[in-house]
C-alpha cells in the first residue's frame, strides 16, 4: 500500500498544462510547463491521439520533452497536460512467467493481470549499512563460473564481450539453470526478431516459468529503452521485499548508456568522454547499486557489457567494471573454436569468491589458472613444436592434462551442472596438477 505522502507526490502537481513552440530533431519545447524532471505528458495531436512524453530537462523558460512514439500530428501550439510527476509501475506475483515492454505492459498477447503493488522506477539504493554481508554462493550451473569464478547472493557481475561470442546463450543458461528463485531479465536494444529467439531458445519454457521479461529493442525511443532498465531493477526490488532470492539480467547495459547518451545531448548536455556527456556516469552506480542483499532477500546482478571492437577499455565498459564485484571476459578466439562457453578464465575474476568458497575450492581453482597461465604463456612454442619437454613441470602438466581441463571448462549450452558437482569435478584435477 502507497502511504499518504507517496499518493500526494505521484498525483501532483495536477492540471499543469503548456504549449509546443518548437520541435528539434526528437525533442519537443514546451513553453509555461514548469514539470518535474522525469515527469510524464501527454501531447494531444490534431488527429486527436495522445502521445506521451517525458521531461529530460529545460532550456530557459522552455522544458524539454522526449517522445514515447511517433511525433506525426504535433505541431507548434499543441497541448502538452501533465500525466504523473512520478515514474512508477505495477508488480505483483501474476507478472511471472509474463513478457512486458518498458511501460510495463503485457506484449505476450495474453490477457492482462491484476498487479496490486505500485513502485517507484526510480529508489534510492540500499544503505551501505543496511547490507548484511555476502557469505552464501548461488549456484548459476555453469561449470566454469561455479569452479572457477564462483558467485554469491547478492552480488554483481559483468560479462564483458563482443558481439557474436555467445553473451545471450550464456545469459540464458544461467537464468535456466540457476538456484535464484526468480528470474528478471531485461532486453535492451536488442534486435526485434532476437527477443523471440531469447524467450523459446536460451530461456525455454521452463526459465520463463519463473521469471519476468522486460523488452525494449532496439527501435523503441531512448527513453523506453532506458526506462526498461529501470522498471526490471524495480521488478526485481519487490521480489527481492518479499523474501525471495532474485537473479536479474540485463542484456546489456551498454545500451543503457547509449540511450542515456542520445537523452543527454538531446537536452543539451556537452559530450566529454569519447562522446558520452557526464550523465552516463552518474546514473550507472545509481542503478547498478540497487542489487544486492538485504535482510529481506537478495537481488543477484548479471550485466553483459557489449566491448566496441573488443576492446574492453572503452569509457563504458571500464566504469561498469570499476563498479560490479567481478567481471566475466568472453573470447572470440575461444567462440571461434566452438569452446562454450568462451569464457577466458584467465582475464575473469569474481571479487567475492574467497568469501564464499573453502580453502580446498580456492587452491584447486588458483591450481587450475596457474596451468592456464603456463600454457598459454608456452602456447607459441608448443604449437611450433619448439618447446623441450621437461623445461617447466608446469607446462609439462598443461600439455598432460590439457584435454581434461578443456572438458571441464566446456560445456553444452543445454547442460546444467550442480554446484558440488563442479566443486568435486574440479579437485579431481589437483591429483595431476603440481
Known amino acids: 500500500m502507497l502511504t499518504l505522502d507517496e499518493h500526494v507526490r505521484f498525483i501532483l502537481p495536477v492540471g499543469l498544462t503548456g504549449r509546443v513552440t518548437r520541435i528539434v530533431g526528437l525533442t519537443v519545447s514546451v513553453s509555461g510547463f514548469p514539470a518535474p524532471l522525469g515527469a510524464i505528458a501527454k501531447l494531444e495531436s490534431e488527429q486527436g491521439t495522445v502521445l506521451e512524453a517525458e521531461v529530460i530537462g529545460f532550456s530557459g523558460e ?120 526468480i528470474n528478471v531479465v531485461v532486453l535492451i536494444g536488442e534486435r ?14 521452463d526459465g520463463l516459468a519463473r521469471s519476468v521479461v522486460v523488452v525494449a529493442t532496439g527501435d523503441d525511443p531512448a527513453v523506453l529503452r532506458l526506462r526498461a532498465a529501470y522498471l526490471g531493477t524495480a521488478i526485481a526490488e519487490y521480489f527481492r521485499e518479499t523474501g525471495r532470492d532474485v537473479l536479474l539480467v540485463m542484456d546489456s547495459i551498454t545500451r543503457f548508456a547509449l540511450a542515456q547518451r542520445e537523452i543527454g545531448l538531446a537536452a543539451g548536455e556537452p559530450p566529454a568522454t569519447r562522446g558520452y556527456p557526464p550523465s552516463v556516469f552518474s546514473l550507472l552506480p545509481k542503478l547498478l547499486e540497487r542489487t544486492g542483499r538485504t535482510n529481506s532477500g537478495s537481488i543477484t546482478g548479471f550485466y553483459t557489457v557489449l566491448v ?44 567475492l569468491m ?28 608448443i604449437s611450433i ?50
Open 62 to 181: 522552455e522544458t524539454l520533452l522526449l517522445p514515447y512514439g511517433d511525433l506525426s500530428g504535433v505541431r507548434r501550439g499543441t497541448r502538452a497536460i501533465l500525466g504523473h510527476s512520478v515514474q512508477g509501475a505495477r508488480v505483483g506475483d501474476a507478472m511471472l512467467g509474463r513478457i512486458i515492454n518498458g511501460r510495463g505492459r503485457f506484449i505476450d498477447g495474453l490477457p492482462p493481470a491484476i498487479l496490486p503493488r505500485h513502485v517507484n522506477l526510480h529508489s534510492i539504493p540500499v544503505p551501505p549499512m543496511q547490507r548484511p554481508r555476502i557469505n552464501e554462493p548461488l549456484a548459476t550451473g555453469v561449470r566454469a563460473i561455479d569452479g572457477m569464478l564462483t558467485c554469491a547472493k547478492g552480488q554483481r557481475l559483468g560479462i564483458f564481450a563482443g558481439s557474436g561470442v555467445g553473451k545471450s546463450t550464456l545469459l540464458g543458461q544461467i537464468a535456466r539453470s540457476t538456484e535464484a528463485d
Open 385 to 434: 613444436g619448439a618447446y623441450q619437454s621437461g623445461s617447466n613441470t608446469a607446462v609439462d602438466a598443461a600439455i598432460r592434462t590439457k584435454e581434461q581441463i578443456q572438458s571441464f571448462l566446456r560445456q553444452s549450452p543445454t547442460e546444467t551442472e550442480l554446484l558440488t558437482n563442479s566443486v568435486v569435478r574440479l579437485q579431481q584435477l589437483i591429483p595431476i596438477i603440481p
Open 308 to 351: 566496441e571492437g573488443d576492446d574492453t577499455n572503452e569509457p563504458v565498459s571500464d566504469a561498469v567494471r570499476g563498479i560490479l564485484d567481478g567481471h566475466i571476459m568472453l573470447s572470440r578466439k575461444l567462440a571461434q573454436q566452438g569452446h562454450f562457453p568462451a569464457i577466458d578464465i584467465l582475464t575473469s575474476i569474481s571479487r
Open 354 to 381: 574467497p568469501e564464499i568458497t573453502s580453502d580446498e575450492h580456492r587452491k584447486s581453482a588458483t591450481s587450475l589458472r596457474q596451468i592456464l597461465s603456463a600454457y598459454q604463456q608456452a602456447e607459441d612454442l
Open 192 to 205: 526485434g526478431r532476437e527477443v523471440r529467439e531469447f524467450i523459446e531458445r536460451d530461456l525455454g519454457p
